[in-house]
């Protein structure tokens, strides 16, 4: 008798700025399922926060850039308590039926709304097995806030930042005192992929870049730029039996025309951007910032997978930033980097999705009552 295969829900779309990457996102992800061992359905979230049923079966989005969520497709619901069971209401002659159980869900869900902690909760309420960081992991990775504080906290090494709210505003020049720079990014605490992060070097494009990122957040970070610099990425991954291994590095070389690794560098523009795989660092130095990749990873509690952003001035590392549910589209570093270190991305997938299912298996063990 053959082996039934694993069902798997792919979540993807969001209400955030970066849906059209998790559109993107979603489809490679799609296409990197073995069809013969997962039967994968596809959940966009739309704009405005409705779960629509897009389509079932590997063969969705192949050949396509993206998949795409119609408006007026099945709209579900994940019922709390229901062990991955989600309830379509499909009106009209349909009525409202219920699906089969998902044995685990996928989130490839970027930003607010989706990387940060709230749809992990309203997983863990479902009582579903999910792949990545759970709630705590989540959002400590996506306030790059708290990130920073915990990791200054642990000896990590970050650059030196301050933070600006729409309640306590800062000044240009108090920054710049601040930070020993004149030269700034400005960036929303609560964003990625580069969204509404804009370099300041006097006090007009410091409001500019205030006013920009106050659109995606009502917490900014205001950084020291440290030049010259380069941006050095690491892939970290945790199996089912809980370990923990970090890849090959990639380096991101902006070209010119863009100065920083702007959101239009890495996905509008073909040329805006080199991705060196594997990058071009000296073995200690690439060796210290694997190390620092895996503590940055338990340092955040992040599970399963992140993508670890780092700085590097000389020889000096500095963490960026921690990407609990990293990009996996097909320029993505997440996956080029565990490609270029022996682990195709059908592979991975199976990592992946491995640990979502023991760690739940191991999670519905603890007690919740006293004896």
């Known amino acids: ?6 069902r798997v829900a792919i979540l993807f779309g969001g209400r955030s700025a970066e849906h059209d990457v998790s559109r993107a996102s979603a489809a490679n992800v799609l296409r990197s399922l073995d069809p013969d061992r997962y039967d994968a359905t596809a959940i966009g979230i739309t704009r405005d926060g409705r779960w629509i049923a897009v389509g079932a079966g590997n063969g969705a989005g192949t050949g396509d850039s993206a998949l795409t969520i119609s408006p007026d497709g099945p709209q579900l619901a994940l019922l709390p308590g229901g062990q991955g069971r989600t309830l379509a209401l499909g009106g009209g002659a349909t009525g409202v039926q219920e699906l089969p159980a998902f044995d685990v869900v996928f989130p490839v869900l970027h930003g607010p709304n989706g990387e940060d902690g709230t749809v992990q909760g309203a997983l863990e309420l479902s009582d579903v097995a999910y792949v990545g960081s759970r709630v705590m992991g989540s959002a400590a990775g996506m306030d790059k806030d708290v990130a920073k504080r915990l990791l200054r906290e642990a000896g990590l090494p970050i650059v030196p930042f301050v933070v600006m709210s729409t309640t306590a505003p800062i000044s240009y020049d108090d920054a710049a005192g601040a930070l020993g720079s004149r030269e700034v990014f400005v960036k929303p605490a609560n964003m990625g992929s580069s969204v509404g992060v804009s370099k300041a070097r006097n006090a007009e494009e410091f409001e500019a870049g205030c006013r920009l990122a106050f659109r995606f957040d009502t917490k900014i970070l205001i950084e020291r730029c ?4 380069r941006e050095v990425e690491c892939s970290v991954l945790e199996d089912a039996e809980g370990r923990v291994r970090a890849s090959q590095l990639g380096e991101i070389v902006p070209s010119d025309k863009h100065g920083f690794y702007s959101y239009d560098a890495k996905y509008l523009d073909a040329d805006g951007a080199l991705l060196q795989v594997p990058a071009n660092v000296a073995p200690a ?5 694997r190390e620092l990749a895996n503590k940055t990873f338990a340092v955040l509690g992040c599970e399963g997978m992140a993508r670890i952003d780092f700085f590097l001035h000389g ?26 270190s022996g682990l195709p991305q059908s592979e991975l997938m199976d990592v992946l999705i491995r640990h979502a299912l023991e760690r739940h298996k191991r999670s519905r063990k603890l007690a919740f009552e006293r004896e």
């Open 1 to 6: 008798m053959a082996e039934r295969k694993i």
């Open 226 to 229: 440290v030049a010259p610099i």
């Open 315 to 340: 020889e000096q590392a500095f963490v960026n930033e921690a990407n609990t549910l990293p990009g996996f589209t097909d320029i993505s570093m997440y996956p080029r980097l565990w490609e270029a």
């Open 285 to 289: 130095v690439a060796d210290r910032i």
